[in-house]
């Protein structure tokens, strides 16, 4: 197995399941992710021999992101890391699926904040109300943990990308 699907298949993942359950636990996700993610997609672009014109169009596909999704932050209708953890994960699949990426992030946090007003609508459980993180969920004036629809998202179209087509010698 190459070093690059090693990096795929360890660090995307665990960065993207660590980045869901950190916005549905904390409401954040971390710079320091969000800059492993970067990092790494530079540690297998350059494994991957991925030429300096590949490179710069995934370099503006993320751009893109972050230009668009800190629109959406100054709007107040993401959050920072939200825009952040997308912009990453754009740099990793750059145009190519950029589009069934945001697509496929949009509806699965479109359901995600049904099913947070649904279950906001029901008192929190009792067992739960110990749980800093389920009364933070189910406060009415909380955002939702879009996190977890971006890592969703993510996770499904990862091996439909180029750079895994690479790694996989496709």
Same mark, same amino acid.
């Given at each position: ?70 629109? =959406? ?84 179209? =990862? ?12």
């Amino acid at each position: 197995m190459s070093l690059p699907l090693i990096i795929m298949l360890g660090v995307f993942p665990f960065a993207m399941a660590y980045a869901a359950a950190s916005d549905l636990v904390s409401m954040t996700i971390s710079n320091r992710l969000c800059l492993s993610l970067v990092a790494a997609f530079a540690l297998c672009a350059a494994l991957l021999g991925l030429s300096p014109t590949a490179i710069a169009w995934h370099l503006a596909a993320g751009f893109t992101v972050l230009v668009g999704a800190f629109g =959406l932050f100054a709007a107040g209708w993401i959050g920072g890391g939200d825009a952040k953890l997308a912009a990453a994960t754009a740099l990793w699949f750059g145009f190519d699926q950029l589009m069934p990426y945001l697509l496929l992030s949009s509806v699965g946090g479109g359901l995600l904040t049904l099913l947070i007003l649904q279950v906001r609508a029901h008192p929190l459980p009792v067992f739960a109300t110990n749980w800093g993180w389920a009364r933070r969920l189910h406060a009415p004036k909380e955002g939702v943990p879009y996190g977890i629809a971006l890592a969703f998202a993510a996770l499904f179209l =990862l091996p439909e990308t180029a750079l895994w087509r690479a790694a996989v010698g496709a």
